[in-house]
């Protein structure tokens, strides 16, 4: 049996326009398909290069999650990406700064005790001032076991 193609179905090439458009956009088997995105549209582009190590693995994960490729990176990058994503040279800084500011911190209790016991040499020191000083000192325990539980934190964090 064979097939033989006849012109008079379709409607001529430069034929009557009216006809050309009937039959192609009144059919709706012809204009269906993905409705256009109004919001989320993914218009931009990222070109990334693997090594042959880590292109296997990502093909590994794709098979074994059933996922593809660009939902499996879309994923590990963006999910709790501002949380896990740290700078470096911020993380640096900052933790210079609070290294600086505990160094401070001990100096000026050094002199204070320097100072209490100068005085309590010389019998001038006051009970009232003693019961301030272990108040304050008090306080300042418990801010540092808060900046050794933070940099804790820090530390698991960033071994991952």
Same mark, same amino acid.
């Given at each position: 049996?064979?097939?033989?193609?006849?012109?008079?179905?379709?409607?001529?090439?430069?034929?009557?326009?009216?006809?050309?458009?009937?039959?192609?956009?009144?059919?709706?088997?012809?204009?269906?398909?993905?409705?256009?995105?109004?919001?989320?549209?993914?218009?931009?582009?990222?070109?990334?290069?693997?090594?042959?190590?880590?292109?296997?693995? &990502?093909?590994?994960?794709? @098979?074994?999650?059933? !996922?593809?490729?660009? #939902? +499996? %990176? =879309?994923?590990? &990058?963006?999910?709790?990406? @501002?949380?896990?994503? !740290?700078?470096?040279? #911020? +993380? %640096? =800084?900052?933790?210079?700064?609070?290294?600086?500011?505990?160094?401070? !911190?001990?100096?000026?209790?050094?002199?204070?005790?320097?100072?209490?016991?100068?005085?309590?040499?010389?019998?001038?020191?006051?009970?009232?001032?003693?019961?301030?000083?272990?108040?304050?000192?008090?306080?300042?325990?418990?801010?540092?076991?808060?900046?050794?539980?933070?940099?804790?934190?820090?530390?698991?964090?960033?071994?991952?």
């Amino acid at each position: 049996m064979s097939f033989c193609y006849t012109k008079s179905l379709l409607p001529p090439p430069g034929g009557d326009k009216k006809i050309r458009n009937s039959f192609f956009m009144d059919d709706p088997k012809k204009r269906s398909g993905r409705p256009k995105l109004t919001e989320g549209k993914r218009s931009r582009f990222i070109n990334v290069r693997f090594t042959e190590e880590e292109f296997q693995t &990502v093909s590994d994960l794709e @098979k074994s999650l059933g !996922i593809t490729k660009t #939902e +499996l %990176i =879309r994923m590990r &990058v963006l999910t709790h990406a @501002k949380e896990t994503l !740290i700078s470096s040279k #911020e +993380l %640096i =800084r900052y933790l210079d700064s609070v290294g600086a500011e505990l160094s401070r !911190i001990g100096n000026n209790i050094n002199q204070l005790a320097r100072h209490a016991n100068s005085l309590k040499l010389k019998g001038g020191l006051n009970p009232s001032v003693i019961a301030q000083f272990n108040l304050l000192f008090e306080d300042y325990i418990l801010v540092q076991q808060s900046v050794e539980t933070a940099l804790r934190k820090i530390v698991r964090v960033t071994r991952h």
